[in-house]
């Protein structure tokens, strides 16, 4: 399947997208739920965190922010970055390597400012489908990169092997990249949820905007998916495998 557009159009609106959605989520983080530290007797803090490194940098370190800026974001920048950039194919296969390696580490310290918020303020892990879909989506996206690394890149498998692991590479990615997004929005309206019932206006301006930064990642995914199945222009030397 493939659209017959240049994919670095729908690269500039995938950017865009990845853009304003890091913006609000970091708006409603800071000048919403602005946080302390990453040790706090507040606990609910640890999940909105400004944390204080030893140099007194002031280090962005939540939930949200890292699943968002540091999982989704990276991870569709990599996943595009066959497409989007215009460098030769050797030194694009290492940026889609690296940007999901990160991606992954910052995912997996997301997960555990939740765990660490839940463990030191005596709630329960593991209770909501967010969660589950969560730990899912972590470990196939680990699953997904260890393969990738030793069929494509060190040790790399034979020609035949390469050539037949790529459609279920790519299919399984996009699968495990729309899981990560649908997690994502269940985790925006699980936590507006929360929110609401301790008093947050339902209409107020931070539901809007909660409600508009998972609209906005939604969007993004979309276009990550549409960058990714659209067909580059033939004179670029782009082949795959
Ligand atoms: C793909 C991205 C995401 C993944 C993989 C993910 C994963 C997880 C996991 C595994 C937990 C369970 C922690 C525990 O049980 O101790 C959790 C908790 C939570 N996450 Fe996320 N999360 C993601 C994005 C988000 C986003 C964007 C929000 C928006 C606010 C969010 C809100 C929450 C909330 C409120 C909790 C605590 C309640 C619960 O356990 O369901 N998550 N997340
Ligand atoms: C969780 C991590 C990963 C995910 C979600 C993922 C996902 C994807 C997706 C969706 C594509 C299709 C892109 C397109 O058609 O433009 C792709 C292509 C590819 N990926 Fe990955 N990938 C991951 C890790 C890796 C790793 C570690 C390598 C090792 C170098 C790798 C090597 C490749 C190659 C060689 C292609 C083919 C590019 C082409 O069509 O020319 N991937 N990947």
């Known amino acids: 399947m493939a ?13 865009t997208l990845a853009l304003i959605s890091s913006i609000f989520v970091l708006v409603w983080c800071i000048s919403f739920r602005g946080g302390l530290a990453w040790e706090h007797p507040d606990k609910t803090l ?5 944390l204080r490194n030893k140099h007194k940098f ?4 939540i939930h949200p ?39 992954l580490i910052l995912g997996c310290i997301g997960i555990y400012t939740a765990f660490k918020y839940h463990n030191e303020s005596n709630i329960a892990n593991l209770y909501s489908l967010h969660s589950w879909l969560g730990m899912g989506v972590i470990v196939l996206y680990g699953i997904q990169w260890i393969y990738g690394l030793v069929v494509f890149f060190y ?57 508009f930064t998972a609209i906005f990642a939604v969007l993004f995914g979309a276009f990550v998916f549409f960058t990714a199945v659209s067909q580059p222009p033939p004179h670029d030397g782009y082949s795959a495998i």
């Open 3 to 15: 659209i017959p557009v240049n994919p670095v159009y729908f690269s500039y609106v995938t950017h």
């Open 46 to 50: 640890i999940f909105n965190v400004l």
């Open 58 to 61: 002031r280090v962005i370190c």
């Open 65 to 103: 922010v890292l699943m968002l800026i540091g999982f989704i974001i990276l991870g569709g920048e990599a996943i595009i970055s066959y497409k989007a950039l215009p460098f030769e194919k050797p030194v694009k296969k290492l940026i889609h390597l690296v940007l999901h390696a990160t991606a």
């Open 155 to 211: 040790p790399g498998g034979s020609h035949e092997m390469r050539r037949d692991s790529l459609p279920w590479h790519v299919l399984l990615g996009m699968f495990v990249y729309a899981l990560a997004i649908g997690t994502a929005a269940l985790g925006f309206l699980e936590k507006l949820t929360f929110l609401e019932n301790s008093g947050v206006a339902k209409y107020g301006s931070e539901a809007f905007l909660v409600n």
